[in-house]
Nanobody, 122 residues
Framework: QLQLVESGGALVQAGGSLRLSCAAS????????MAWFRQAPGKEREFVAA????????SYADSVKGRFTISRDNAKNTVYLQMNSLKPEDTARYYC???????????????WGQGTQVTVSS
């Protein structure tokens, strides 16, 4: 089992920044590719960003490319999502997911956190 706990969500004005964190416990974190997804009310959960086990490879949705950065610290068992230039359409609940061993842009992650709410006001 891999337990995931997200934090860092908040209400922020458009153009602002936030950093989300996802702390992992349980099985060896460095074995897992990690990702961030988000889900707005009435919409399906969608891919945001993913990172490989070592952090060497990352992938982003077109809608966040150039604004968001995913990173991980395997010594701290934590994955981050730095979000800059936030827009109202970024408003959603953000979830981190873990799967072994390869990262994916699809929703096929085995382990999920409970999510953290990001609200961007215009």
């Amino acid at each position: 089992q891999l337990q995931l706990v997200e934090s860092g969500g908040a209400l922020v004005q458009a153009g602002g920044s936030l950093r989300l964190s996802c702390a992992a416990s349980g099985l060896s974190f460095s074995r897992y590719a990690m990702a961030w997804f988000r889900q707005a009310p009435g919409k399906e959960r969608e891919f945001v960003a993913a990172i490989s086990t070592t952090g060497a490879v990352t992938s982003y949705a077109d809608s966040v490319k150039g604004r968001f950065t995913i990173s991980r610290d395997n010594a701290k068992n934590t994955v981050y999502l730095q979000m800059n230039s936030l827009k109202p359409e970024d408003t959603a609940r953000y979830y981190c997911g873990g799967r072994a061993p390869l990262m994916s842009t699809e929703i096929e992650y085995k382990y999920w956190g409970q999510g953290t709410q990001v609200t961007v006001s215009s």
